[in-house]
């Protein structure tokens, strides 16, 4: 027995990279795991691997949570954890064209205030409920040249703070996963940038779901897979002004086509 077992977990962003990885975890300790994803394949692929049950579609909107969260209770049960997975890396300057902006506040962030929002009333009167984000370490720490994905990120983690500070003590954990690189499409398709920051120190989708557990039996919000992540962003609070310096530096040293330089 864990305490996992006969739990209902829904995972979005499930078919594939730390989504799966999630969903094996769970599963794997005895939960009953609804995998989301916009590709219904992978959705299906997985939630078949995990004895699971699959609900693709967008989980970002307000029509796509209503969706996700009826099915999963018709399906499987009332929800106990939902993992707020899905993501999107959209790079650019302060320029780059209002889609890509409006892509990621709805998928990065109003995703999970949708969420939160459907979920924590029941959770708040059965007194328990466990709601995962997954962020970024960019969200602690920022990424040069790409100003949608560092800023949404950055509102993620902020999202997730509050709801830990307004209903831990109504019976709901809250956690944040802050990972650097991790060994994913979302890293393959970062370019070079994404790659020369990243790929280096970049861990496997299964350390990050490893990370989660041990956090969740630890009762820690802040999960970070690369531990190095903990002291620069104490480093970052400490001093600011040095640790921007570094981050300039850091974004000279990268190509200038990666970083939308202008002449």
């Given amino acids: 027995m864990t305490r996992f077992d006969g739990q209902v977990v829904v995972v979005t962003g499930g078919g594939r990279g730390i989504g799966e990885a999630y969903a094996r975890r769970f599963a794997g300790l005895g939960a009953t795991v ?12 997985v939630a078949r691997a995990v ?11 307000e029509a796509g949570v209503e969706v996700l969260l009826s099915a999963a209770g018709s399906l499987a049960g009332p929800v106990d954890v939902f993992c707020a997975n899905a993501g999107v890396a959209r790079g650019g300057l302060e320029d780059v064209d209002e889609k890509a902006w409006e892509t990621s506040w709805q998928v990065n962030v109003l995703a999970h205030v ?5 979920l924590v009333p029941s959770w708040v009167a059965r007194g328990r409920g466990t709601f995962v984000s997954t962020v970024s370490a ?18 993620a983690y902020a999202f997730a703070e509050w709801l830990s500070m307004t ?3 109504k019976g709901i954990g809250v956690h944040a996963v802050c990972p650097q690189g991790v060994r994913t499409r979302m890293l393959e398709d970062s370019g070079d940038a994404g790659k020369a920051l990243m790929e280096a120190s970049a861990v496997e989708p299964a350390a990050v779901a490893d990370a989660l557990l041990v956090a969740i039996e630890e009762c820690r919000f802040l999960v970070l897979p690369h531990p190095e992540v903990g002291p620069m962003y104490a480093g970052r609070a400490d001093d600011p002004d040095r640790w921007l310096e570094g981050m300039r530096r850091l974004a000279s040293s990268l190509p200038a086509s990666t970083m939308g330089e202008r002449s």
């Fill in 34 to 45: 609804v995998v989301n994803d916009l590709d219904a394949g992978a959705a299906d692929e």
């Fill in 51 to 61: 004895g699971g049950l699959a609900v693709p579609g967008d989980a970002s909107t």
């Fill in 114 to 118: 949708r969420a939160a929002r459907a």
């Fill in 138 to 155: 960019a969200g602690l720490l920022s990424i040069p040249g790409a100003a949608p994905y560092a800023v949404t990120k950055h509102a």
């Fill in 167 to 169: 209903y831990g003590d």
